[in-house]
DNA sequence: CACCATCGTCGATACGCATCGATAATTCGA
DNA sequence: TCGAATTATCGATGCGTATCGACGATGGTG
């Protein structure tokens, strides 16, 4: 591999000259800056990161802490994921993975020996044991989810008390008076995320201001569960039920249940569901859904993390950002009267 | 920050100490290593790993290259990722992300740069762009598939060919003559990873050793496609019908068109798909499925990478393994007879 | 024409660790 | 008891880059 001796030596030229070209941190006359890029197409020189990094203080790497295997949701991870990781690279950075089966120790290890600048955590729970360890941590933390003391971190997530207030919006103008709201499953709740929570808590702002009634019923994976929720919310109304599944395990099983009963999503009953667009239209009945925007989600959590790397101020930052969510009405939901 | 200097001083050893201490590669008395570990316990020190990456010429990271966002099967995606990372931390290794997005030229800048010491691939396709590129990189490279050409390369993947053949040998057991396979959506096809080849070739091989028929069905992620290839599947066929559905999305389609018909799971056709145990169970009928093996496969991966980085032998290699892949039945296919 | 600011480049040094050769301390055999 | 063979440790050096101070060349000003 050529070095940045190399590079000067070709072009006849100081060492520190040739990082100048690169760096841009003084001026150099073009007939120099011809010379050392050309010596640098020529050798196909790339500057040494470990090299860099040690000179610098820099890695313009940003460690990415995983979810240990949650078992189910992992294509929306994915999509975090990707996002993230090429969003990055936009902004000229790298994405290491941190796993979560390495806890805490983990996000100190990657930090201690500085193999990257910052930490973005996903799947921030409401009490995470990871919490106290970011803030003592010197470098920028950006968390993907709110946890119940947000104070001296950098949040981001979507807007899911919007979104639940926008679903019962919606509902209700479609004239249902009896709106239930389907529990996350049970995995999700014991998990203690405390989006959770917002969601259903816009609901029943939403409820309170619109004068309609919002049920919670329990989710599950079985169909036992999704049954015996159908059966409470058939019996709580007289008109058109309606039905709110952010869970998009429970959306199949839901749907199976309501079909079964003879009910035409979209003429007899409403279901708001959460998917991908693609899914959602593959469905026999377009699937309305909201959108939690993941991919909005993961592109400005890169975006304050490098802007925090930037300015690297090493105060305490403190900041709180929702992105917005969007529902998309196809044709599980009746016409708005 | 501490440095090795630092621990040194505190230790009242030299630098050169701390860090034999640390690599093992000259005896140290158990007095001197004891006041080393002490002063680093006490000063928390964690070695500089662009410093050691500098000095030592090894990162201890792998550059995992993922898939540009291909919309569908990002769960499955997930799986591979999840796996590899934490199996890289076995190995004492780190994973840095690589998107698709980036190309053959994401490959070169990650090797050029020495950020990594070595590159597991995804979804490698027949003719892969970035073969050439893998082949000419002086660091190893795990495939993860198999290439039409896969001379000079490493590859893992599971067995798709075996995958095929029991899938056809155990439906025939249970009294299906004519047995229809259904193929990937297009968007799969279209990419031309050859694991849907091995696949179809395996059903193929066991059709004629066992005198069944298999019946090769278009696939697609709308109704139609899929309706129609079941029309032809049972015009085929006076006994029960029996399909195979390696495609995650197809499945769900297959299964409401079939009940659709009347035709119960089990009972009056076979079906075998393609699921991890938990989603399998979750149906209103377990569906019994062939297991691709993606946590082995990520874990024999990694396994092959560290090994080559360890004996780090600068010639070509070049190895070809396959990973048995595993049937369920459960209650989607009739019992043999 | 002398003087000073600016521009462009060079040389030297630091970053933190691994590693090699050398040296001091110890043990062993004859 | 002396030298040889170990054993344990130190000091010095190199890895490749970024960055700082210095210096010669250039151009403008009075």
Redesign the interface.
């Known amino acids: 591999?050529p070095t940045s001796k190399d590079v000067a030596q070709a072009a006849g030229v100081a060492q520190s000259t040739v990082s100048y070209v690169l760096s841009g941190k003084r001026p150099i006359s073009e007939k120099t800056r011809k010379k050392v890029e050309a010596a640098i197409e020529q050798l196909?020189y790339?500057?040494?990161?470990?090299?860099?990094?040690?000179a610098s203080r820099k890695?313009r790497?940003i460690g990415?802490v995983?979810p240990?295997?949650p078992?189910?949701?992992?294509?929306?991870?994915?999509?975090f994921?990707?996002?993230i990781?090429?969003t990055a690279?936009q902004f000229d950075h790298?994405?290491?993975?941190?796993?979560d089966?390495?806890g805490a120790a983990g996000l100190r290890?990657?930090v201690?020996?500085?193999?990257c600048d910052g930490l973005i955590l996903m799947q921030v729970e409401d009490e995470d044991e990871r919490l106290p360890v970011a803030r003592s941590l010197h470098v920028p933390v950006v968390l993907i989810g709110i946890p119940r003391d947000p104070s001296g971190l950098v949040c981001i997530d979507a807007d899911f008390e919007m979104a639940g207030e926008h679903c019962v919006r919606d509902l209700a103008a479609a004239g249902h008076s009896v709106i239930s709201v389907i529990d996350w499953q049970p995995a999700v709740m014991d998990r203690h995320v405390n989006y959770v929570d917002r969601f259903l808590h816009g609901t029943d702002v939403a409820a309170k201001a619109l004068g309609v009634t919002v049920l919670h019923l329990p989710g599950g994976?079985?169909?036992a569960t999704i049954s015996e929720s159908v059966d409470k919310a058939l019996a709580s109304t007289t008109g058109n039920p309606a039905f709110i599944v952010p869970d998009r395990?429970i959306q199949?099983?839901l749907r199976?249940d309501l079909s079964g009963r003879g009910l035409t999503l979209g003429l007899d009953v409403s279901v708001i569901g959460s998917a991908?667009p693609?899914l959602a239209e593959?469905q026999?009945i377009p699937l309305s859904t909201i959108d939690l925007r993941p991919a909005e989600v993961s592109r400005r959590a890169v975006k304050i993390m490098c802007q925090l790397l930037e300015s690297d101020s090493q105060g305490p930052h403190e900041s709180l950002e929702l992105v917005p969510t969007v529902i998309t009405h196809r044709s599980s939901t009746l016409r708005p009267q």
Chains 1, 2 share one sequence.
């Open positions: 591999m196909t790339q500057p040494n990161a470990g090299a860099r990094a040690l890695t790497v990415l995983i240990f295997i078992e189910l949701e992992m294509g929306s991870i994915m999509e994921v990707s996002v990781a090429s690279r790298d994405i290491l993975l941190v796993t089966d390495e290890r990657v201690g020996q500085q193999i994976t079985d169909r395990t199949d099983i199976r991908s693609t593959l026999p």
